[in-house]
């Protein structure tokens, strides 16, 4: 039999600045707490295990120990946990950080993952709290045994799970792909007598969903609404989510109506993902269907909104309807960004129209937008193509010059009417303190 007991845990926390205590170590781990000794321990360590194997004891399992030496990065990464980490979490964390990856096969001798916690449960009697700051520090440095110690910890009778920890389970796997581990932690959590509810049930329809599932993220729907319970924003936005990855634009379109009618206004990502659906098929009137309904939504669109109704329009060879749009923004006081105007100046070039993307780009600037790198640049390669580029550049520098010509003036009109105000100003001053001075 294993012996559990931990001798020198504070020995290891030693180590690193960030780590806090006023307990002292055993004298007889003295050596892990003094810098440059760590090297020295590792024999140690193999020595008392031979002797305890020479007297035909079981050998003692060591927390301030590595079975190899730690990389840099090991090193920093245990320097950078927490610095409000309890030490028995602390300690369990610095043998996960040094463990190999889940798909990285190690030496036989190494310690594994599910025998690493088992000491620590038996070892360290760790509450729920404790469990979740462990998870929380595999989760702030996007560790690959997160899952897997999550579901160790749901085992567990001192984590008390509940549903919202399968529920986070099934996330992980979700994200991963995994979708039969997901299934699985499911099955285990129904067999636990666990209730199933709402938020559990949509997080599956947006696995399946990112699947590709259709067929399964619609059965997850139906049985939420069978179940009785309650039918949000969340769960008919997954629906509408899994139709739009399903190419069924029309059926998520009807979903949204049906959410209207029942005074549900669904979110502005599902909005923003129909409207793109629409906009990279080139469906101007989808698109601009979609729009209108943001807009009745009580949402007000930005700049990316309105490039995806520019993008629909311009894959549509609706040039005219693209340029609509950027006056309306500009009526709306949203400044065209260069996406927009990148899109509809390669229109204006799949159709052979410089003087329309000349006369295009004449009206943004005189109405102050400012043309970024993105359009420019096309702009050069198409004057490039046509061997134009040294007559256009003699024009845009006759126009920058006038455009400088005219902020001078209008610089000069603003300082002559700045003058005038202030000297306004100053009468009726004086004009009052005569008056006073007068009475």
């Known amino acids: 039999m294993i012996s559990l007991a931990v001798p020198a845990i504070y020995s290891l926390t030693s180590q690193f600045p960030s780590a806090t205590t006023h307990a002292r170590a055993p004298s007889r781990c003295a050596c892990a707490c003094v810098p440059g000794r760590q090297v020295a321990e590792q024999p140690l360590a193999s020595m008392e295990a031979e002797q305890a194997a020479a007297a035909g004891e079981t050998p003692r399992f060591r927390w301030d120990t590595f079975g ?63 469990w979740l700051l462990v998870l929380k520090e595999l989760t702030a440095m996007e560790s690959p045994l997160l899952a897997e110690v999550l579901e160790h910890a749901l085992l567990e009778d001192s984590f008390e799970a509940n549903v919202r920890d399968y529920t986070k389970l099934i996330h992980i796997y979700g994200k991963q792909k995994l979708l039969q581990k997901a299934e699985d932690a499911f099955h285990a959590m129904k067999s636990r007598g666990l209730p199933c509810d709402q938020v559990m049930l949509t997080a599956l329809m947006d696995m399946y969903s990112k699947a590709g599932d259709l067929t399964r993220a619609k059965e997850i729907f139906n049985e939420i609404g069978l179940l009785g319970l309650p039918m949000d924003k969340r769960v008919y936005g997954s629906m509408i989510m899994a139709y739009i990855r399903a190419d069924m634009l029309d059926k998520a379109e009807d979903m949204i109506s049906e959410m209207g009618d029942q005074q549900i206004v669904a979110g502005k990502e599902v909005y923003k993902a129909l409207l793109r659906a629409y906009s990279y098929k080139g469906d101007s009137e989808g698109a601009q269907r979609v729009f209108d309904a943001i807009q009745f939504a009580g949402i007000v669109p930005d ?26 923004m500009r009526s709306a006081r949203i400044t065209p960004c260069n996406k927009c105007i990148a899109l509809i100046l390669g229109a204006y070039e799949k159709v052979n ?18 043309i970024g790198q993105e359009p420019s640049q096309l702009l050069a390669g198409w004057l490039r193509r046509l061997g134009v580029v040294q007559e256009v550049e003699q024009v845009l520098k006759d126009l920058a010059v006038d455009r400088k010509n005219t902020l001078e003036v209008d610089r000069k009109k603003n300082l002559a009417s700045d003058r005038k105000i202030k000297r306004r100003r100053s009468k009726s001053k004086r004009s009052f303190a005569s008056s006073l001075q007068h009475k």
């Open 353 to 370: 129209r410089l003087e329309g993307a000349l006369a295009f780009l004449t009206e943004l600037e005189e109405n102050g937008v400012i």
């Open 68 to 130: 190899s030496a730690p990389s840099e990065p090991q090193w920093e990464a245990i320097r950078g946990l927490s610095p409000k980490l309890p030490n028995r979490c602390r300690a369990l964390m610095a043998r996960l950080v040094c463990l190999p990856p889940p798909d990285q096969d190690g030496d036989e001798d190494e310690e594994t993952l599910g025998a690493l916690l088992v000491f620590w449960v038996k070892a360290m009697k760790p509450k729920r709290t404790d």
């Open 303 to 328: 700049t990316k909104l309105c490039a995806l109704l520019v993008n629909a329009y311009c894959l549509a060879d609706r040039i005219n309807e693209a340029m609509i749009v950027t006056r309306n």
